[in-house]
């Protein structure tokens, strides 16, 4: 079974909606992530976690809320999404406790809002 | 601040050519490096990394060296596959609290080889 596991791996919805994306992970890290990808930019920070109660803004935080219900769960929502959020959103965690950040990735929720 | 350049793709070669994807970075303190792999329709998952200067990462035939007096971590393979298509990120992460500990990514490298 995948470490860290995306519900849905796909979505299309409409501009104005509220869309909730989740992310779950069996690894026992403290820290989770979401990013988002476009072509061309690479993988942008939106919010991170470095645990249940320690929640930050990333790089591209607006017009996205996150919510960490437990060490295991982490989830990024879109109050009203727009055409621009289209893109490709990544979970990842990571433990730090080797001096080094290395992150594990879920495989991502293709999310397309018209 | 910190940061990450690697070189612009979309990189095409054809099989058992020699690959050399460039990745150079600006950092405080002495950040770990990481070089990323995503294949078509997957998440990104660890090629290699090195965590000080002169080492060497290396896995599944791919090779980068910490370089401290070049600042650069450049990705290497002798003899690619059809199999190596994917989107290569070279990445860093500086030591430290709080986001100081965060991965920066640069742009990302498409590959595409050719049997």
């Known amino acids: 079974d995948a470490d860290v596991t995306q519900t849905p791996r796909n979505r299309i919805t409409k501009t104005g909606k509220r869309i909730m994306l989740e992310c779950s992970q069996t690894?026992?890290?403290?820290?989770m992530y979401w990013y988002r990808q476009d072509p061309g930019l690479g993988l942008r920070l939106i919010y991170y976690s470095f645990d249940v109660k320690d929640i930050n803004k990333g790089e591209i935080s607006d017009g996205y809320s996150v919510s960490r219900q437990a060490q295991a769960k982490f989830s990024l929502s879109l109050e009203s999404a727009i055409p621009n959020q289209t893109a490709l959103y990544f979970c990842a965690t990571s433990d730090f406790i080797r001096g080094y950040n290395e992150q594990f990735f879920g495989p991502g929720t293709r999310l397309t809002v018209l | 601040g910190n940061s990450v350049t690697q070189m612009e793709g979309p990189v095409t070669l054809s099989e058992e050519a020699f690959l050399t994807i460039n990745c150079t970075y600006t950092a405080t303190g002495y950040p770990s490096l990481f070089w990323y792999v995503q294949y078509p329709g997957e998440g990104l998952q660890l090629l290699l990394k090195a965590t000080k200067a002169d080492d060497k990462g290396s896995n599944k035939g791919f090779e980068a060296t910490y370089r401290k007096e070049t600042t650069s971590f450049h990705l290497e393979k002798g003899s690619v596959q059809v199999s190596d298509s994917a989107v290569y990120f070279c990445?860093?992460?500086?030591?430290?609290?709080?986001?100081?500990?965060?991965?920066?990514f640069g742009k990302g490298t498409k590959l595409s080889v050719k049997p």
């Open positions: 990445a860093l992460s500086v030591p430290g609290g709080g986001s100081q500990g965060n991965l920066i």
């Open positions: 690894k026992g890290h403290d820290r």
